[in-house]
């Protein structure tokens, strides 16, 4: 993925329907390439929404492929609502990868977190020493990536569909003071508080459960409104995320959250166990 460009959900919609309609045309990527003078870097980049297409070129591929109104309309509708800039394009300097852009977009954000407690849950102060503890860079892209986590937190409380967001917590994190314990006490207070918002639901796994499906690290799970968009997951480790996608490692996935869930102290008994936690 480049850098420069994380595309929204619009814009991986836009790059599927494209491809579908080329494909359904049963012209290859190296035909549709040659008919339309381009090379064949250009459509697979429009494709896989690695490149953002004009609405000129959109207009191109749909006249090759065939496609009439009003799938033809609603094509270039698509493509116009892709052009919009999310929040994420003033902070591209310090973020990467579809995540923030897929989040913003989700309808349900489920996350299974052994660690740390989720970005979108953490104070600035815990955010900051979080994000030392495993960034190399200069001070000033740390605080840059502090202040895109802060803008980022705040899907949760827009007014226009506002995702629900389902956090399962190891309980090992609460006995994990990162940053000393006033920074700790603050982002335990914060945790309870979220817990409180009617959009956010807040588990602790016991330590007493030994083997379970979250054995291998934190995992997250997105999931849509729209029937035209996939639900995606995500298991982070050391070296990164590994993006998943396809129905069957979505669902199994899906699946392995739910198994945590139930697994997991109910919200009322997780809530008493942070309260117990920010005391000591």
Not at 8 to 26: D, I, T
Not at 76 to 85: D, K, M, S
Not at 197 to 216: D, F, M
Request: proline share 6%.
């Amino acid at each position: 993925m480049s850098p420069s460009y994380i595309p929204s959900v619009r814009a991986r919609r836009l790059a599927r329907s494209l491809k579908e309609f080329r494909e359904h045309a049963e012209l290859g990527v190296t035909a549709a390439a040659a008919r339309l003078g381009w090379s064949q870097g250009k459509v697979s980049h429009i494709e896989s929404a690695r490149n953002k297409p004009n609405e000129r070129d959109v207009k191109l591929m749909l006249h090759l492929y065939g496609v009439s109104s009003p799938d033809r309309e609603a094509i270039l509708a698509l493509a116009r609502e892709a052009e919009e800039r999310g929040w994420w394009t003033d902070y591209i300097d310090v973020l990467n990868g579809p995540y923030v852009a897929l989040e913003d977009a989700a309808s349900e954000i489920g996350n299974w977190a052994p660690q740390v407690i989720p970005g979108l849950l953490q104070t600035q102060d815990y955010a900051r020493e979080v994000i030392k503890a495993g960034e190399l860079g200069e001070a000033a892209d740390i605080e840059r990536r502090i202040r895109a986590r802060v803008v980022r937190q705040t899907l949760l409380t827009r007014e226009k569909n506002p995702p629900r967001l389902r956090v399962v917590l190891d309980e090992a994190a609460l006995n994990r003071p990162i940053g000393g314990p006033r920074i700790w006490r603050d982002q335990l207070n914060q945790l309870r508080a979220d817990a409180q918002r009617p959009n956010v639901t807040i588990q602790i796994l016991p330590q007493s459960v030994g083997t379970h499906c979250g054995l291998e690290g934190s995992l997250i799970v997105l999931r849509f409104a729209e029937p035209a968009d996939p639900d995606v997951a995500y298991a982070e480790g050391f070296f990164g995320v590994v993006y998943m996608e396809s129905p069957q490692q979505v669902e199994h996935c899906r699946l392995a959250f739910e198994k945590i869930c139930a697994a997991a102290f109910a919200p009322e008994k997780s809530l008493d166990l942070i309260d117990a936690a920010a005391k000591r």
